[in-house]
């Protein structure tokens, strides 16, 4: 398993999830939404949320949005539905510490409970 957080620029979610969770190797059609930050994205192997960070003005370039991308290096031992269940709680917790570590001042918009 991996797990990498990277701050950007906020740009409109289909673009991040072009660029960084589908990548121009991952079928789209395998990823289902769930509402976290701007965007939330997981299939059986991969969860990924947009979470916004810094509003426009604390940074130079604008509004900065957290990426949190969870990948298993290889597929686990249980339904697509399970597997799905169980990254979109990783991710979200692990937006949750990124979130407050970096020490953003937008909402993060993660739900209460993953």
Known sequence: MS????MMRAEPPRGWAKAEVFDGQQN???YHSFPAGD???????QAAVFVPCLADGKVPGGEYNLSVIVQLKQAVESSEDE???????????????AHQDA???????LPAQP
Do not use: I, N, Q, Y
């Open 3 to 6: 797990a990498r957080t990277e």
């Open 39 to 45: 965007k939330g994205l997981v299939s059986p192997t």
């Open 103 to 109: 020490g953003c001042g937008l909402p993060s918009r």
């Open 83 to 97: 597997a799905r269940k169980k990254l979109t709680e990783l991710t979200v917790r692990a937006a949750k510490f």
């Open 28 to 30: 789209s059609d395998e």
